[in-house]
Antibody
Framework: VQLVESGGALVQPGRSLRLSCAAS????????MNWVRQAPGKGLEWVSY????????YYADSVKGRFTISRDNAKNSLYLQMNSLRAEDTAVYYC???????????WGQGTMVTVSS | QSVLTQPPSVSAAPGQKVSISCSGS????????VSWYQQLPGTAPKLLIY???RRLSGIPDRFSGSKSGTSATLGITGLQTGDEADYYC???????????FGGGTKLTVL
């Protein structure tokens, strides 16, 4: 069971970036997924959730209107499209599998996003 | 400012017991399950406890979870130096429709 994120980079404020997460070792289409981030030296912050069928999507207020979560169950992949990036979006972004009842049981290794001019 | 409140740090000697609290409200802890995570330095978080008090397979029974009203507690007995880490609680906030984490607690095993 594994989640591998990619796409992190150094970007300028106001630009866009797309993160990807490749899932393996489990039936991806059966699980809801999340993105969770952690700014340098700070705590964990939940970013977004998507149900297994994409029928429900939620966002943290801090990213609502700027970030879009999506998935492709045929490709076992999760995505996070990040637009209008700000310095405060600088963080390690984790792809996380969702257990029912508010738990995150499988975490990727994270991908670093740095927003700076 | 986190929706869930945890003490910034706790400490205890090896072999001792420690409790880490997580305080919320009726819209989050009060009406949803709580989970707990351990984050060792430089690594991704790891799920320890889910559904308030259920240990993930492979987690030692030295780790326990409980919930009462709008607060939850992680207990660790028989402390080991390898338990030094940051610990986070998490749940869902039904009013805000968002996931929420506590601010994290740094455990030091003296």
């Amino acid at each position: 069971v594994q989640l591998v994120e990619s796409g992190g980079a150094l970007v300028q404020p106001g630009r866009s970036l797309r993160l990807s997460c490749a899932a393996s070792g489990f039936t991806f289409r059966s699980y809801s997924m999340n993105w969770v981030r952690q700014a340098p030296g700070k705590g964990l912050e939940w970013v977004s959730y998507i149900r297994s069928t994409s029928s429900a999507i939620y966002y943290a207020d801090s990213v609502k209107g700027r970030f879009t979560i999506s998935r492709d169950n045929a490709k076992n992949s999760l995505y996070l499209q990040m637009n209008s990036l700000r310095a405060e979006d600088t963080a390690v972004y984790y792809c996380v599998r969702d257990l029912p009842m508010n738990a995150f049981d499988i975490w990727g290794q994270g991908t670093m996003v740095t927003v700076s001019s | 400012q986190s929706v869930l409140t945890q003490p910034p740090s706790v400490s205890a000697a090896p072999g001792q017991k420690v409790s880490i609290s997580c305080s919320g409200s009726s819209s989050n802890i009060g009406n949803n399950y709580v989970s707990w995570y351990q984050q060792l330095p430089g690594t991704a978080p790891k799920l320890l406890i889910y559904e308030n008090n259920r240990r993930l397979s492979g987690i030692p029974d030295r780790f326990s979870g409980s919930k009462s009203g709008t607060s939850a507690t992680l207990g660790i007995t028989g402390l080991q130096t390898g338990d030094e880490a940051d610990y986070y609680c998490a749940t869902w906030d039904s009013s805000l429709s968002v996931g929420v984490f506590g601010g994290g607690t740094k455990l030091t095993v003296l």
